[in-house]
């Protein structure tokens, strides 16, 4: 594999009195897609949030790019090239599409560069294109996550961090968002750092997936083979074995406790 | 008319200063007044002890005191963001209460007139003399909104202000400095109280308790709807039309409270104020 992009050591997050990320490790290889897994409350979010700085961990280290960001100002790890694209798409309501997407493009310097990749957030949703006057407040949801993808790709980031980018929508929008991400990665080469309730998806369009329970690491590998095996398919993708008798009698356990 | 139209600008001005440090901070800056007063005593200072001509006071004594808002943002008022409302009230009553003393020890406490090129001069207009001071008043305010919508809408930094007050953590994201632009918002808003102080420091001479001028302009930044930048305006032509028309028809007196009945009318028949629901859009 390439070289690793971020590296997360040993991370543990409070909030408040409560540690919400219990010492995890994790790296994401340059160009690849990562995928962290997981249910409510399991800690996603928050280490997203850890690593672009909104919240400061209280022990471990986050390395990026040969760099140590950690406890840095989101705003200073936004310019070193990370992009996050908050749960529930956080948007400026009451500026237009087109302003959204140029505050994407806030930390940046070249007109050209940001005239040329506003075409090209068009091209990949040609709806903000339509819409480009309009409140981003008045866009629907899917609309609106579209907008947030796309206003953090205006950054030209190395690296996009995406929180949940299927809350909320309908499944054929989810399937458009997630190739959309995929042709991201595979077309400009960002790397993402994706976190998911809907493992079906992230696992298909992922190289690489950790299983994050209650703040710590339970598994990990690569897509393919999690895909395959027995407890993800039973507690993430929803899918029963019939067994013998052809129903079940008890209730499995997860292996991995 | 013309005088009610004048004095009803400044409200607004100072109402948009309210209005915009709550808009971006959700802090109510109840030294608003006060910054008038410093803008207008900084002015008389230049004007009057070393005899700078009045423009280069006038954008000194705004400069000033902008700079002033942003180091008061950045080194006191940063920390109380997300205390609770109270205590940002009194903290903000406290300072403007040092600001005064301040003035009063800088400056003393007698009254003083700010002489400008307009000082007691009209022109008559249509057979009513107007007095070029009250004109004054009104071309400032009419450009000085012209300006900042300008900047507001058309700047990149005046619409990172506005992402930034509409939605703090997405800003972050977007890699913009969120804390200087607060700071910056507390500048303008300190820049634009230190207008509204010069130009009406020749309409109404100044003192230390110029501030006091602040509680009305909190009255029009309500009754316009607080959060809605015209709403503010409006509220304060309107309050300075009502302490016209109220000194005019009404018992002696009532000049003084309008405002307050005004204030306390609206707050019982529409909370949200004038534009409260509608217009709370732009920053």
């Keep these: 594999m390439a070289d690793t992009l971020l590296a997360v050591a040993n991370l543990e997050t409070y909030y408040g009195p409560i540690m919400a990320i219990r010492g995890i490790s994790f790296a994401v290889p340059e160009r690849s897609v990562v995928t962290i897994l997981g249910a409510n409350g399991a800690g996603k979010s928050t280490i997203l949030k850890t690593v672009s700085g909104v919240m400061d961990p209280q022990k471990g280290t986050v390395t990026f790019a040969g760099r140590e960001i950690q406890g840095m100002d989101p705003d200073k790890v936004t310019r070193l090239g990370i992009s996050h694209v908050p749960e529930g798409r956080e948007v400026f309501p009451f500026l237009s599409v087109r302003e959204n997407l140029l505050m994407g493009a806030f930390t940046r310097r070249d007109v050209a560069g940001v005239a040329e990749d506003l075409e090209l957030v068009y091209s990949y949703f040609p709806v903000l294109r339509s819409r480009a006057e309009q409140r981003a407040g008045s866009l629907s949801g899917g609309e609106q996550q579209m907008l947030a993808i796309s206003r953090a790709l205006m950054a030209r980031p190395r690296m996009m961090l995406l929180d949940e980018p299927s809350l909320g ?35 298909h369009i992922a190289d690489y997936g950790y299983v994050l329970e209650v703040g710590r690491i339970v598994m990990e590998d ?33 292996t991995w406790r | 008319m013309l005088n009610g139209l004048a004095v009803g600008c400044i409200y607004g001005l100072v109402a948009l200063g309210f209005v915009l440090i709550y808009k971006a901070t959700e802090l109510v800056n109840f030294a608003q007044g006060d910054l008038l007063m410093l803008g207008a005593f900084t002015c008389y200072m230049f004007v009057v002890w070393y005899g700078v001509g009045y423009w280069v006071a006038f954008a000194l004594a705004v400069a000033l005191v902008a700079l002033f808002g942003a180091v008061l943002d950045a080194t006191i008022l940063r920390r109380i963001i997300g205390q609770p409302q109270f205590s940002v009230v009194m903290l903000t009553i406290g300072l403007g209460a040092i600001f005064r003393s301040f003035a009063s020890i800088a400056w003393g406490s007698e009254i003083y007139t700010l002489p400008t090129p307009f000082s007691a001069r009209a022109t008559r207009l249509a057979g009513v003399a107007v007095s070029h001071e009250y004109v004054s ?72 308790n110029l501030g006091f001028i602040g509680l009305k302009a909190f009255a029009a930044a309500v009754l316009g709807g607080f959060g809605s930048i015209p709403g503010a305006l409006v509220g304060g032509i309107t309050i300075g039309l009502i302490e016209l028309f109220s000194g005019a028809y009404l018992p002696q007196g009532f000049k003084d409270v309008a405002a307050y009945v005004v204030l306390l009318v609206v707050l019982a028949v529409r909370p949200q104020g004038m534009f409260g629901a509608i217009t709370r859009k732009k920053v």
């Design chain 2, 137 to 208: 008043i009104i071309i400032g305010t009419v450009v000085l909104c012209a300006v900042l919508y300008a900047f507001f809408t058309f700047t990149r930094i005046g619409l990172a202000m506005q992402a930034s007050s509409q939605n703090q953590l997405a800003a972050y994201y977007m890699g913009i400095p969120v804390k200087l632009m607060f700071s910056l918002i507390w500048a303008i808003s300190a820049g634009v109280a230190a207008i509204a102080g010069v130009l009406l420091a020749p309409v109404s001479l100044i003192d230390i």
């Design chain 1, 222 to 254: 690569t897509c393919p083979r999690l895909l395959e095996k027995e407890d993800i398919k039973e507690f993430y993708l929803g899918m029963k074995e019939s067994g013998v008798r052809g129903t079940r009698r008890w209730k499995r356990k997860k």
């Design chain 1, 169 to 203: 929508l309908s499944p054929r929008l989810v399937k458009e968002i997630f190739e959309i991400i995929a042709r991201i990665n595979r077309e400009r080469g960002v790397t993402v750092l994706l976190v998911e309730q809907n493992a079906n998806m992230a696992l």
